[in-house]
């Protein structure tokens, strides 16, 4: 057999198994391309959500932004018409109770048996509720907004 036509045919043998491997490797390539390309879409779909979720917050935040300044001025014009022989001052011992119920700490019975304590006239204690509620609304609704966040992040990671 001729010296060249082995050499000819090792030539291939290589080349062909050269070209086998590089077509192996691109297609590998290609794989973790598509993985990559699939997270990708992934954080934008996780990123759409998130700014979905953002923007209800925000407009749910507006809205009880806007109720809570209309219970304001009805606290105000409470203060303002109602007249002096309608009002009343409330013992010091409940605001001490309010205070404890408002904080989750029980009042101290020195607290409560003190007679020291000052009275709180009707308008500082609406006052004080309304801000409470509303302060109590505003927390609720931010732990609804992460349980809606994180549904939102959860549900666009499934594919969802």
Not at 1 to 9: D, K
Not at 87 to 113: I, K, M, N, Y
Request: proline fraction near 3%.
């Amino acid at each position: 057999m001729n010296p060249w036509t082995i050499l000819l045919a090792a030539s291939l043998a290589i080349s062909g198994i050269a070209v086998g491997w590089s077509l192996r490797g691109d297609h590998e390539d290609a794989k973790r391309l598509r993985g990559i390309e699939k997270q990708i879409e992934q954080t934008e779909q996780v990123r759409a959500a998130v700014d979905k979720s953002a923007a209800a917050q925000a407009e749910q935040a507006a809205e009880q932004s806007v109720r809570d300044r209309i219970i304001t001025k009805e606290v105000i014009r409470y203060v303002q018409v109602t007249p002096p022989d309608r009002r009343c001052d409330l013992p010091g011992t409940f605001r001490v109770r309010h205070d404890a119920a408002a904080t989750g700490q029980p009042a101290e019975s020195a607290s409560l048996a003190d007679s020291q304590a000052e009275a709180v006239t009707d308008a500082a204690v609406l006052e004080t509720v309304a801000d409470n509620y509303a302060t109590c609304r505003a927390a609720a609704d931010q732990v609804a907004g992460w349980i809606d966040f994180w549904s939102a992040v959860k549900d666009s990671c499934r594919g969802g």
